[in-house]
């Protein structure tokens, strides 16, 4: 098995090492206005607004979050109501890791400098990272870059604060659309998919894929 050995292992934080709540959350907040049968696709919906809403120029996450909330009870047909999308957006501190994440974290934290790349603000991303239980060499947060992943200046931003180049790195994330083929456009051949079911496999973007964070110390040598 090939062993990587990174300067930095960097990581998207929501849905890689946090349980991303926000399909629950919205399940739970809309249960009086959408079926249960229809549910799955209202959440699928609102997910796709979230990306359509950071494609744009930078702006504060809370909007991210409300605006696409709010479009996707537009589509639905739906009431909007008494500012549900910052409810939403008031719940992310509040989300911990995935069961598998925080041992794994420990054993890659003795040897090698994590570092989170996560669409957060800063007021939110602190809470979750306490929660990991791993020291983090550097958190890089949207607001910081002034961009969300996809985009490509989020990337740029991470190699500038890090003064490193794109072999420096491995990236790891469970989402090929917001970080892996990103990782990939900018140069980042060392990447991990964890396949938390959030998107199907896309093997052209060339990443070593694990089913959880346990499968991650083996590929850097511990």
Not at 16 to 44: G, K, S, V, W, Y
Not at 121 to 130: A, K, L, T, W
């Amino acid at each position: 098995m090939t062993t990587l050995r990174p300067k930095y292992i960097t990581f998207d934080c929501y849905g890689t090492l946090i349980n991303f709540q926000m399909a629950p959350t919205a399940r739970e907040m809309f249960a009086d206005r959408i079926a249960a049968e229809d549910m799955d696709q209202f959440t699928r919906d609102f997910a796709a607004y979230r990306l359509d809403e950071v494609l744009g120029d930078w702006k504060p996450y809370n909007e991210v979050v409300c605006n696409a909330i709010e479009r996707t009870c537009k589509r639905w047909g739906i009431e909007y109501r008494d500012n549900e999308g910052m409810k939403i957006y008031h719940s992310v501190p509040t989300w911990g890791p995935h069961a598998d994440v925080p041992a794994a974290l420990a054993r890659l934290a003795k040897e090698y400098k994590l570092v989170a790349l996560t669409n957060a603000m800063d007021e939110q991303i602190p809470h979750n990272i306490e929660k990991l239980g791993a020291p983090f060499h550097r958190v890089l947060t949207a607001q910081q870059a002034q961009a969300y992943k996809p985009h490509l200046k989020a990337f740029e931003y991470m190699l500038d604060q890090l003064d490193c180049n794109p072999d420096d790195i491995l990236h790891v994330s469970s989402s090929l659309r917001y970080d892996l083929m990103s990782a990939h456009d900018i140069g980042i051949k060392n990447k991990v998919f964890v396949s938390r079911g959030h998107e199907p496999s896309t093997p052209y973007y060339n990443y070593h894929e694990i089913s959880d964070l346990g499968g991650l110390p083996g590929l850097v040598g511990l």
